[in-house]
């Protein structure tokens, strides 16, 4: 019995060693798959030729020290200079389209999103809009709809019925990654389920709240019925970004607001120079 316990016992550090080594062997065949798996020229070429979609990322219109307000006098700046320069306005539907290759995009398009659905969208964004025959599209929060700041569902209604696409913002604007899976499934349904009673409409895009995501809540995002996500990932949407991982531009009010806008909107992700692909 000593015998056979000294042998045993001698073999360990072998078995270990031999454990390690294979797993080290399949770590370095996983990595080295992830390496490879580039995208391949004909993909580069037809990325480069396909759609170059700006989406611009805002949150309030008003008259504030906030970073995250644009004083109405930029944001009509900014508008003039999308119409001036040959941006044509377009919805996430025809975004999803675009991509798909079920419809031809303008040569410029830009889709002009807000988050949170604050009161001021409405009251200030919404004539702007309006005056230079712009859409554009809200991601509300259901539960924030009614309260101090924020819109009410006949602002909603008005601006549903007048240019502007309502998608979800999640129910309660609780940062998903920090939920279960059952509570990140109700807040997407949820809220998908409160927009469409309330506006009649099909609700079929999704913002993440503070723009965080995984893969894992991409998916629940889709098994809801989402057909689409947006991040505040930086960049321009192509034919190489992920469905359920759409990037934006951010515009901000900074020391300079108009300058860093023009400087933002000129931004594109070159796969050429990159060769990766987009999560």
Same mark, same amino acid.
Do not use: C
């Given at each position: &019995?000593?015998?056979?316990?000294?042998?045993?016992?001698?073999?360990?550090?072998?078995?270990?060693?031999?454990?390690?080594?294979?797993?080290?062997?399949?770590?370095?065949?996983?990595?080295?798959?992830?390496?490879?798996?580039?995208?391949?020229?004909?993909?580069?070429?037809?990325? @480069?030729?396909?759609?170059?979609?700006?989406?611009?990322?805002?949150?309030?219109?008003?008259?504030?020290?906030?970073?995250?307000?644009?004083?109405?006098?930029?944001?009509?700046?900014?508008?003039?200079?999308?119409?001036?320069?040959?941006?044509?306005?377009?919805?996430?539907?025809?975004?999803?389209?675009?991509? %798909?290759?079920?419809?031809?995009?303008?040569?410029?398009?830009?889709?002009?999103?807000?988050?949170?659905?604050?009161?001021?969208?409405?009251?200030?964004?919404?004539?702007?809009?309006? @005056?230079?025959?712009?859409?554009?599209?809200?991601?509300?929060?259901?539960?924030?709809?009614?309260?101090?700041?924020?819109?009410?569902?006949?602002?909603?209604?008005? &601006? %549903?019925?007048?240019?502007?696409?309502?998608?979800?913002?999640?129910?309660?604007?609780?940062?998903?990654?920090?939920?279960?899976?059952?509570?990140?499934?109700?807040?997407?349904?949820?809220?998908?389920?409160?927009?469409?009673?309330?506006?009649?409409?099909?609700?079929?895009?999704?913002?993440?709240?503070?723009?965080?995501?995984?893969?894992?809540?991409?998916?629940?995002?889709?098994?809801?019925?989402?057909?689409?996500?947006?991040?505040?990932?930086?960049?321009?949407?192509?034919?190489?970004?992920? &469905?359920?991982?759409?990037?934006?531009?951010?515009?901000?009010?900074?020391?300079?607001? &108009?300058?860093?806008?023009?400087?933002?909107?000129?931004?594109?992700?070159?796969?050429?120079?990159?060769?990766?692909?987009?999560?």
């Amino acid at each position: &019995m000593r015998n056979f316990l000294s042998y045993h016992l001698h073999l360990i550090p072998y078995t270990l060693k031999l454990f390690v080594t294979l797993i080290l062997i399949l770590a370095i065949i996983f990595v080295g798959n992830k390496i490879d798996k580039k995208i391949s020229a004909q993909d580069i070429e037809e990325i @480069s030729a396909g759609p170059k979609i700006l989406v611009l990322n805002y949150h309030q219109v008003r008259n504030s020290f906030n970073s995250l307000a644009i004083t109405p006098s930029d944001f009509s700046m900014q508008m003039a200079y999308l119409i001036n320069n040959g941006y044509v306005p377009i919805t996430p539907d025809e975004l999803d389209g675009g991509l %798909s290759g079920e419809i031809e995009l303008p040569d410029k398009p830009v889709l002009i999103t807000f988050d949170d659905g604050y009161d001021d969208n409405y009251q200030n964004a919404f004539p702007i809009l309006k @005056s230079y025959g712009i859409r554009a599209t809200v991601f509300v929060v259901p539960a924030f709809v009614g309260k101090n700041n924020y819109l009410t569902w006949e602002q909603i209604k008005e &601006m %549903s019925e007048n240019g502007i696409t309502i998608q979800s913002h999640t129910l309660n604007h609780t940062k998903l990654e920090e939920l279960p899976d059952d509570e990140i499934r109700s807040e997407l349904l949820n809220s998908k389920i409160v927009l469409e009673e309330n506006l009649g409409k099909p609700v079929n895009f999704l913002a993440y709240p503070t723009g965080t995501y995984n893969l894992h809540i991409a998916g629940i995002a889709k098994d809801v019925g989402y057909k689409g996500a947006y991040t505040i990932k930086y960049g321009g949407v192509d034919l190489g970004s992920n &469905m359920y991982a759409l990037e934006r531009v951010p515009i901000f009010q900074t020391e300079n607001t &108009m300058k860093d806008f023009y400087s933002r909107i000129e931004y594109r992700q070159s796969f050429e120079e990159f060769g990766w692909i987009k999560k």
